[in-house]
């Protein structure tokens, strides 16, 4: 089995090197592209005003100055000439693709591209327990029970046009409970939070923040499930089409 392995948190990225521990339980036949920087919160982007290129790090390890959609595409177009990948997994995220997340994801995005591609793909993500750890984010539960979530996706048909988006809660190996399927939930962030600043030259700059979250009111989404000491895993969709609004709109016209 070939295995793509890319990311957002850039081709040094910690948690990519767990998702390579991981991925090799499963397959030899590996093969990583990543971004050469940072890209969370870069969706499902694509680089189109400026060229876009690789650089090799050593055997089948490559970094792409673009975004992660950009990195899955040229690993498809380009870097495996001899056969596509048989799974796409991306990760592991320093940080949580939960809920609404998943629009704004790099890690869920690289995933969709697989997806879009006709391959399965799983994004994985480690949540984290306060804001400001940086590289200090620990790991613990995605290196644990990787293998034993991955298993049984892996060994299971992909329905065309979706893709398996996992989250490690932020808690030692030994206290998760396990693993829960659930759907996406939808938080309201209040996310018009901006934190200001001022430059060394007295120019004001903004940076985006996140408010408080609030949950969705049923117990069985992704969000609930982190919070109860689960491992969330959830099926997305491709189609973003919402089928009850069509016969409403159509009858517009």
Known sequence: MRILLTNDDGIDARGLKVLETIARRFSDDIIVVAPSEEQSGAGHS??????????????RRFS???????????????????GKPDLVLSGVNRGANLGEDVTYSGTV????????????????????????????????AAIAWGERVLRPLIDRS???????????????????KGV???????????????????DPRGFPYYWFGLGPAVHTPAHSTDLEAIDDGYIAVT?????????PSLAELRALY
């Open 109 to 140: 995005s690289a995933a969709m591209e697989g997806a879009l591609a006709g391959i399965p793909s799983i994004a994985l993500s480690q949540v984290y327990a306060r804001e400001a750890m940086g590289d200090s984010v620990p790991f613990e």
């Open 180 to 198: 829960r399927v659930v759907s996406q939930g939808i938080r309201d962030y209040g996310r018009g939070t901006l934190v200001k600043g001022t």
């Open 46 to 59: 694509l680089t189109l005003n400026r060229p876009v290129r690789i650089r090799r790090h050593g055997d």
């Open 64 to 82: 792409v100055t673009g975004t992660p959609t950009d990195s899955v595409m040229v690993a498809l177009l380009e870097l495996t000439p001899d």
């Open 158 to 176: 992909f329905v065309p046009g979706t893709l398996v988006n996992v989250n490690f809660p932020a808690l030692p190996a030994d206290a998760v």
């Open 235 to 243: 099926p997305l969709h491709l189609d973003l089409t919402h089928g």
